[in-house]
């Protein structure tokens, strides 16, 4: 067997020290128990992580993917709102990617926010944007329970598409 590619920290049994502990399975395919010496003080903020402490990115639960669409391939003149579906009481969604794309004549600027349920926080703003161009964006957007991510087009041509996706991962909150 090759060398040990990674390791895994785990509480083991009871650990009344509070330090950490790697499970290691080395080149002898015997399973090792140590304490993670570089770890002490990174407890609940990093991980390792591709042979190194790293942040850990994800400080939440997981129940599952999130793929959301939706479209309007006739707009009306002016200011329109595509939106993506409100997220479910008993959640979170976790939004890591957002694309867009307008088709018609070029629209006066398209901004993407996120709701909510009273309040929008804008995301980001395309001004002039290029017709039939997906415009794609990542981050780490916590749209909360009855929010939901709008996209806003002001000066569209009746008649003219927007196309909005996003993706992501959900969080039950009684996990």
Known sequence: MAAPKGFLVVPIG?????DLRMLEL???DNLKVALAGAAQGLVGTHGWIAGAWQKDPL???????VVLSASDTNLGAGAND???????AGELQVITNIVWEY????????EVSLYDGSTAYPLFTVSNPITT?????????VVPPTGFIRCSIVGATAGDDLQ???TGFRVDLDQ
């Open 103 to 110: 088709t018609g004549t070029t629209p006066t600027e398209v």
């Open 14 to 18: 009871e650990n009344p020290d509070g």
């Open 59 to 65: 400080r939440f639960g997981y129940s599952g993917t």
């Open 133 to 141: 161009e997906w415009y794609d964006k990542q981050g780490f957007w």
């Open 164 to 166: 909005l996706r996003a």
């Open 26 to 28: 080395d080149a002898d």
């Open 82 to 88: 595509v939106d993506l579906t409100t997220v479910p």
